[in-house]
């Protein structure tokens, strides 16, 4: 038992020395199991003989300052009590059937059907989840465990990459016999799933586990209708299978960014992709969504040219939009939906610059102000989409576009830390140099500034307002 975890299990103790109250699930597992699987916060869960809001109210009572208490489950009648700093978390649920040995036959396997005491005791093990953790094994812990919750079948699936575990034949066919009760399970539930598993190093994995259940079919078909889609002779992938090499090498980018970017911007990256995003995801997540969702509208674009050739014209404009959908109905925050639409939407777009080099500072401007604010992100992505399109010519291409991806991280990274630069004139003040009213002209014109700034046309805000009024005088 960690040191964290131990504090937290005192604390549990002696604001529960009344009652009757037991350790379940994860802490347990991970003991047995001689590791622990979990990072960031702590997570304890305790069956409570008795009431949970008491149990968790008297638990934040005894607790440091600034410790919070709400509501999980309505269903389970579960409560959660969270430390100020965030650092632990522990879920008081009531005992669910009239014993304890019910309870935990009733859970979904039988390496998290093990209890122990809160007090201290022996283990409590009704469905051999100890034997089951020595064998590495992934059993039901009751032939109905998928049934009476169809959102196991992905749990199963997230358990089994966490773990390393092998999964039991009869549990797999159990759990392929029930995905299709995930169509009613709420999107905020699979959704947290879905991130456990993107974030997990055995991502790709875990999303093959999904389609051979049978889930994937129930919450991500999108995913499930590039199976088969043949791409163009530069592809050696169908795009299903490219999606997920895309998502391995956004993975293994991350895990070891110096390995393509030296230092210092390996370690830019590193810092980068470990920020908090939105729903409680880094920013690396995020770009797994991107890696996932990012050639999504594949299906409904392909075309065939009267010449043989296959594309896939407005695919990353109708994919941006998909994206939202599938995020929307998992219930994700607005903040994700833009993040993953905007690096769908833009991970073309140094490919296409490929072919222009060298670069002149007009597109390394438009690059930047159009990705804003994802031009860190959509670089990473691009780099991982190009590093998986291993068709015709590909080294050639792989070496070009990878030494692209270079030069535009090397400013993505410093436009990020510094942002655009402070404009030269403000807009009120140009109109009324300029005598025009604010508008989409107005807007036009300091956009066009803008970029002379960043080019080095203009610097200060007399050249500003000359560069305006030779663009107004072209117009006339």
């Known amino acids: 038992m960690s040191v964290a975890e131990s504090q937290a299990v005192e604390l549990a103790r ?121 064998r590495g094994l992934l059993r039901m812990a009751a032939p109905q465990a998928f049934a009476d919750d169809p959102l196991r079948c992905v749990r199963l699936a997230r358990f089994a990459i966490q773990l390393g575990f092998e999964i039991e034949a009869a549990t797999l066919a159990a759990a392929q016999a029930e995905p299709g009760g995930l169509s009613e399970v709420a999107g905020e539930r699979i959704f947290a799933e879905l991130n456990l598993i993107l974030t997990s190093p055995q991502a790709v994995s875990g999303i093959r586990l999904l389609d051979e259940i049978g889930a994937s079919a129930v919450i991500l078909p999108e995913l499930l209708e590039l199976q088969g889609v043949e791409q163009t002779a530069y592809h050696h992938l169908d795009a299903y299978e490219h999606t997920l090499e895309v998502l391995q090498f956004s993975i293994d980018l991350e895990a070891d960014p110096g390995a393509l970017f030296g230092e210092p911007g390996g370690a830019a990256v590193a810092a980068l992709l470990a920020e908090p995003l939105a729903d409680g995801l880094s920013r690396g997540v995020g770009l797994r969504w991107g890696a996932l969702l990012h050639d999504i509208a594949k299906p409904q674009t392909r075309a065939q040219f009267d010449d043989g050739r296959v594309g896939f014209p407005g695919h990353a404009v109708e994919g941006a939009e998909q994206a939202r959908v599938v995020l929307r109905r998992l219930k994700a925050s607005e903040r994700l939906k833009a993040h993953v639409s905007k690096l769908t939407l833009e991970h073309l777009r140094l490919g296409f610059l490929v072919h222009e080099q060298p670069l002149t500072p007009e597109a390394f401007y438009l690059y930047l102000s159009s990705c804003e604010p994802v031009e860190v992100d959509v670089t990473l992505l691009s780099l991982a989409d190009r590093l998986a399109t291993r068709g015709r010519k590909a080294e050639q291409a792989i070496v070009a576009h990878q030494q692209l991806a270079l030069e535009l991280l090397a400013e993505a990274l410093r436009w990020r830390e510094q942002g655009p630069p402070e404009p030269l004139i403000r807009g009120d003040r140009l109109a009324s140099e300029l005598g025009i009213e604010p508008g989409p002209l107005l807007g036009e014109l300091l956009a066009a500034i803008a970029e002379a700034q960043y080019c080095g046309a203009v610097a200060d805000e007399a050249a500003a307002v000359e560069l305006a009024r030779s663009l107004l005088a072209s117009r006339s």
């Open 14 to 134: 002696s604001a529960l020395a009344d009652r009757s109250a037991w350790l379940v699930g994860g802490a347990i597992r991970d003991r047995l199991a001689g590791g622990d699987d979990r990072s960031g916060t702590l997570d304890l869960d305790l069956i409570i003989a008795g009431d949970a809001e008491r149990a968790a109210r008297d638990i934040r009572a005894a607790a440091p300052a600034g410790a919070a208490v709400f509501a999980l489950s309505e269903q389970f009648g579960a409560w959660r009590v969270c430390s100020a700093g965030g650092d632990w978390q522990i879920d008081c649920t009531p005992l669910q059937g009239a014993t304890l040995d019910d309870d935990l036959r009733a859970r979904d396997l039988t390496v998290n059907a093990i209890a122990q005491p809160l007090a201290g005791g022996e283990l409590i093990d009704p469905t051999g989840g100890a034997d089951d953790l020595q």
